[in-house]
């Protein structure tokens, strides 16, 4: 990666530090924050695990965006070798999937129900 563009290594730095802040947050919440029920103005039920991994998981989802955003500037200014396509698109390829996962799983039920 010593060709690539400052953009393509911020971002690709970007993702692999978001992927084990991601990793790192959801094991923290897991073992550590209790799972018991809140009830805030009588309404809905929450627990702070639930809080804390939703926090976690739109904070990793915004750096996520922000590191595809980086990577894809980095791949217009740049040189487009092997190593600085794969760098590149790692980060835009995961926030696709993240944000086709919904989709996905729709698709996946129907197909389900209509067998």
């Excluded at 939703?54 to 750096?63: D, K, Q």
């Amino acid at each position: 990666m010593k060709r690539c563009s400052w953009w393509v290594i911020v971002g690709f730095a970007l993702l692999v530090l978001t992927l084990v802040g991601l990793g790192a947050g959801e094991w923290y919440a897991r073992n550590f924050i209790p799972d018991t029920p809140v009830r805030t103005d009588g309404k809905f039920i929450h627990s702070p695990r639930s809080d804390a991994l939703l926090s976690i998981w739109l904070l990793s989802t915004a750096a996520l965006v922000l590191s595809a955003f980086t990577s894809v500037i980095g791949l217009f200014i740049g040189p487009r070798t092997r190593a600085c396509l794969l760098a590149g698109l790692a980060a835009p390829l995961l926030l696709c999937l993240v944000l086709a996962t919904p989709s996905i799983v729709s698709i996946v039920q129907q197909v389900k129900r209509a067998l």
